[in-house]
């Protein structure tokens, strides 16, 4: 089996190669750029492509460990062949190219989900596609996660009750789908079968057995909060919600935890203190969260330090940071000279009645820093500076 740096270096070659082939000219030139840079892009378990039309070129770059990174460069004039290529595929309106529009492609062959979004720029349309569930599907359960003890326990001694909510919080990015889709597939093991399991996600991106799951669809007038009221008549014990966005999924989701359902939802929050926060800022009554909110698990990944990485000086390198070592990237082939490969989550949990900030992420951080796996500069960048410390 290929290494991980081995098979993006193999899928970025690929992509040269294939366009190598064909003249910017050819007809076939946007199917096939289409075709390889989906087909890379699965194979180096990329999260994101975005095609981006400029003045002298179309710009391909894709996000690895969740950093964009610059995969190919191609003549301009393609820009509007291949935008209309992957209109195609994801059933938009080819002439369409004043507004957004958004659809998504199945690949049969590669075994991906692909949603597809357009929007109108200077330069003409630019496309970002969504490879969903590209992620996920090395994490099969808990255990797989890398999560610490302390949250790994409590986690899963929650998942266990019968009632309650359990909100995974972070920014966009950090890893808050994968987390409970790893939950899901945990209650499914744990209980055999005997749990009556529902999903409402927005959108559905990775299939697990043992759940029904379903997907919203506003156009048709089935968004969040309606489908949460009708699924609570279908009898669930155990639902996950994709994201509590809104006041009214919120109250709805928080009533069926207080009432008999086991939910599991992801929300935007820094930390387990300000999800509380910000729910009781949105309008959820105060009583209510701290009744209903069993755990609260925040969540961050880091990227990794590839192993050309080198020791450096703390003072130097440090960037202020109060750690006794650290190690900086250097950059090479394998880890496409950007110094990371792969990334490492960090995490802390929470309760109503213990609720913490950042301090617990950072100092799991802090370790990772001194251990080698990250850098003092990455940790800043996912995590900001420390209240108590400040770059020299």
């Known amino acids: 089996m290929k290494s991980l740096d081995e098979s993006r270096s193999g899928a970025a070659g690929d992509v ?19 075709k390889s840079v989906l087909r890379a892009a699965r194979t180096a378990g990329a999260s994101d492509v975005h095609i981006d039309p400029a003045s002298d070129g179309l710009d391909v770059r894709w996000r690895l460990d969740g950093v964009l990174q610059p995969l ?9 062949n291949v935008i209309a290529r ?23 062959a590669l075994g991906v989900e692909v949603r597809v979004s357009t929007f109108p720029t200077l330069y003409g349309e630019r496309a970002v596609l969504r490879l969903l569930g590209a992620s996920y599907q090395n994490f099969a359960s808990l255990q797989q996660l890398g999560l610490p003890a302390g949250v790994l326990k409590g986690l899963e001694r929650e998942l266990a009750a019968t009632s309650g909510a359990i909100l995974i919080v972070g920014p966009a990015g950090s890893g808050k789908t994968t987390t409970g889709y790893a939950c899901l597939r945990h209650i499914v093991s744990q209980s055999s079968g005997g749990r009556s399991i529902a999903s409402l996600e927005d959108p559905v991106e990775v299939a697990v057995p043992g759940v029904a799951q379903s997907q919203v669809d506003a156009v048709a007038g089935f968004d969040m909060p309606k489908g949460l009221r009708n699924l609570l008549r279908l009898d669930p014990e155990v639902i996950l919600i994709g994201e509590m966005r809104d006041q009214e999924t919120a109250q709805v ?30 309008g959820i009554p105060n009583y209510a969260v701290r009744n209903a909110v069993r755990l609260v698990v925040a969540q961050r990944l880091l990227r990794r330090l590839c192993r050309c990485a080198q020791p450096a000086s703390v003072p130097e390198h440090g960037l202020g940071l109060d750690v006794n070592r650290c190690w900086v990237p250097v ?20 309760t109503s009645d213990r609720l913490v900030g950042d301090e617990a992420l950072w100092a799991s951080a802090k370790r990772l820093i001194e251990a080698g796996t990250t850098s003092p500069a990455e940790a800043i960048r996912i995590l900001g500076l420390p209240k108590d410390e400040s770059l020299p």
Not at 16 to 30: C, H, K, M, T, V
Not at 90 to 106: D, H, K
Not at 253 to 281: K, M, P, W, Y
Request: with cysteine; proline share 4%.
């Open 16 to 34: 040269q190669e294939a366009l190598q082939r064909l003249s910017p000219s050819d007809p076939g030139f946007a199917t096939e750029l289409v």
């Open 331 to 350: 950059g090479c082939n394998e880890c496409h000279h950007t110094g990371y490969l792969g990334r490492s989550l960090i995490a802390d949990c929470g």
């Open 72 to 80: 190919v460069r191609v003549d301009r004039k393609t820009a509007p």
């Open 86 to 108: 992957l209109k195609v595929l994801a059933g938009l309106l080819t002439y369409e190219m004043a507004l957004p529009q958004e659809g998504r492609i199945w690949d049969e």
């Open 253 to 282: 989701a928080l009533q069926a935890a207080l009432t008999g359902q086991l939910v599991v939802t992801t929300f935007h929050a820094s930390n387990c203190q300000d999800a509380i926060n910000r729910l009781v800022e949105i």
